[in-house]
């Protein structure tokens, strides 16, 4: 599997040979919340990006020239994102891995469609991102309305009959991740007992936690970020209410059992299948373990951003933003997730996501299919 991965790498190197080496170092960003609520998963982009240039330029660079990476910090916060957009697109980066919050990636993207900046974000799932027809987004990770979908039918499954409430946190990212999963119940017949809203930040879920047990709820759905999906899910059991959570990828990380302790058991989450298990993750997965890092997560989504950019330079012969983009939407690419290729929106053609359960270990693993309640 290794040398199968290291010639798709490969070709984004191979036009290193056909020219004179640049001295000129080639700069592209990852973009996401180094700092702030959601940093964990900053950390997971900027390792998948760290690790995909030392790679790339271990194997060449890209026509010709090593890459330099520049790391931008939205924070999750629009206007941070946007003016971390707008220095890159001023320092003239042709490609940027980022954002990670949806509410970050879509005001950025227009700042970098403006700029000539081609933007493939690792983590953004909201659909509205793709689906303005600008020329320069793309994703190597699915959409809300697909993890929605698969949410629902799981929650239609194993919880027929039972009391729902499904609760968000006014984010472009938890609305529309709440509300596909609340249409997709409500399309199997079921009503939601309770909808409700919380801000993001919020650390008191008291009055909240009252609804819920008030009305008996027996599932959770979040839409919202693992450290309030940790604090709600406390102050849950501190109250006696027993419900199970379930919540979106934004818990595919091993800091919200550190803020839930041996109560994330039996949570659930939808994630896309695990990348650290594929054949084609194995090599990577190995530079990582070496390193002590674990590659959870938006690592390797990271990585492969990165690996499609790079060979659609090499078919591009050039790293000119708009003629690399018209090249991605027309051919597949090799990387640590498997073979990708895009639609004319921007999306990923092959779209899965699976149900994962927490263990009281912080541990998650994915469901077997065929036994929603296992």
């Known amino acids: 599997m290794k040398k199968v991965w290291l010639a798709g790498l490969a070709l984004g190197a ?37 690790q995909a240039v030392a790679d790339i330029n271990a194997a060449g660079g890209v026509l010709g020239r090593k890459l330099k990476l520049e790391v931008g910090d939205d924070a999750c916060d629009p206007k941070q ?25 879509i005001p950025a993207s227009e700042a970098y469609a403006e700029g000539g900046v081609l933007q493939i974000t690792p983590a953004s799932t909201n659909p509205t991102f793709t689906e303005r027809k600008l020329w320069n987004t793309f994703r190597v990770c ?17 919880f027929k009959g039972k009391n729902i409430a499904v609760i968000h946190d006014k984010t472009t990212y938890g609305k529309g991740l709440a509300d596909e999963t609340k249409k997709a119940i409500n399309k ?11 801000n993001k930040g919020d650390k008191d879920f008291n009055a909240l936690v009252s609804k819920l047990k008030l009305n008996a709820i027996d599932l959770v759905y979040v839409g919202g970020y693992h450290q309030e999906s940790g604090l709600i899910l406390r102050q849950m059991r501190d109250q006696g209410v027993k419900a199970t959570l379930m919540a ?18 039996g949570v659930l989450f939808t994630f896309g299948p695990d990348p650290r298990n594929k054949p084609t993750a194995k090599a ?25 950019w790079t060979q659609a330079v090499a078919k591009a012969k050039t790293t000119d933003a708009k003629k690399v983009a ?49």
């Open 14 to 50: 191979s036009l290193v040979l056909t020219g004179a080496a640049s001295a000129q170092d080639l700069s592209v960003g990852v973009a996401g919340p180094m700092s702030g609520g959601e940093a964990s998963f900053g950390r997971q982009m900027k390792n998948g990006a760290e």
């Open 81 to 105: 994102a946007r003016s971390v957009a707008e220095k890159f697109a001023g320092a003239k980066l042709p490609f940027v891995a980022g954002h990670y919050c949806s509410s970050s990636s």
């Open 142 to 158: 699915g959409r809300d309305d697909q993890q929605g979908a698969v949410a629902g039918a799981y929650i239609a499954r194993t």
């Open 188 to 198: 199997a017949g079921i009503k939601e007992k309770l909808y409700e809203s919380y």
């Open 248 to 265: 979106g990828d934004a818990l595919a990380d091993k800091e919200f059992a550190s803020i839930t302790g041996a109560a994330a058991e």
């Open 284 to 308: 990577i997965v190995e530079k990582f373990k070496a390193k002590n890092i674990d590659p959870e997560g938006y690592t390797l989504y990271s990585y492969a951003a990165f690996q499609v």
């Open 326 to 374: 018209g090249v991605l939407k027309s051919g597949s690419y090799d990387t640590v997730l498997g073979k990708l290729s895009f639609d004319a929106k921007g999306d990923i053609t092959i779209l899965d996501y699976v149900v994962y359960k927490w263990d009281s270990k912080g541990n998650y693993a994915e469901i077997p299919q065929g036994k929603p309640g296992s």
